[in-house]
């Protein structure tokens, strides 16, 4: 749901620190691709709250393959109905 063509919310209990350069891989049906990014906030949520605020990364992405642009838009679409 926290899914764009320029960024994602990655909910993980392993954050990493502000301008850290990560890579994400993901797969659309059988079809594997890499994202990369750059973590631009990260919060660590204490394990007693963490099934209410989840830890997690705001990551910018600064390269994905055409089939991801592919299917952001697709979902954008989808969206708009």
Not at 6 to 28: A, K
Not at 40 to 52: D, E, I, N
Not at 54 to 61: E, F, K
């Amino acid at each position: 749901e926290n899914l764009s063509d320029t960024g994602l919310l990655l909910t993980s209990n392993q954050v990493f620190p502000p301008q850290t350069r990560i890579r994400i891989e993901f797969s659309v049906g059988d079809s594997p691709g890499i994202l990369e990014g750059v973590v631009r906030w990260a919060r660590r949520m204490p394990p007693s709250v963490s099934h209410v605020i989840p830890s997690g990364m705001g990551v910018r992405l600064t390269s994905a393959p055409s089939r991801f642009h592919d299917l952001m838009a697709a979902l954008d679409r989808k969206r708009a109905r």
